[in-house]
């Protein structure tokens, strides 16, 4: 990869209005995804392996598949902290969600 992921080693809270996610990433290469209730609690986690690919400076395509098959497709915008996600899931299809996140560890 030609420029440093800069997510390595970070935790960030993502608020996509529906939902909030915790993400920490082990690697470029590995990352645990935390489900957060309205309260901000976890309650609910997955490790995954993840591709991490850059688009642009500070804007990297990260994909994983999740244990139930579920597809995530993230375009994560580092400048802007931003982060726009596709989600094929077995059971509800395609979803579409944006949001803001911000580095808490």
Known sequence: MSE?????????LVN???????LDFQ?????TYYNLNAAGERVGQ????????PIRDG???VTWTESDKTT???LEDYRRMRIVTNI??????LTRF?????QIG
């Open 4 to 12: 440093k992921f800069p997510a390595v080693g970070h935790r960030y």
């Open 88 to 93: 094929t899931d077995p059971k509800d299809g």
């Open 59 to 61: 804007l990297f395509l």
């Open 98 to 102: 944006e949001g803001t996140m911000t």
């Open 72 to 74: 995530v497709v993230h």
């Open 27 to 31: 690697s470029e290469t590995s990352m």
């Open 46 to 53: 997955e490790t995954v392996a993840i591709s991490v690919d």
């Open 16 to 22: 996509f209005v529906k939902f909030r996610v915790e």
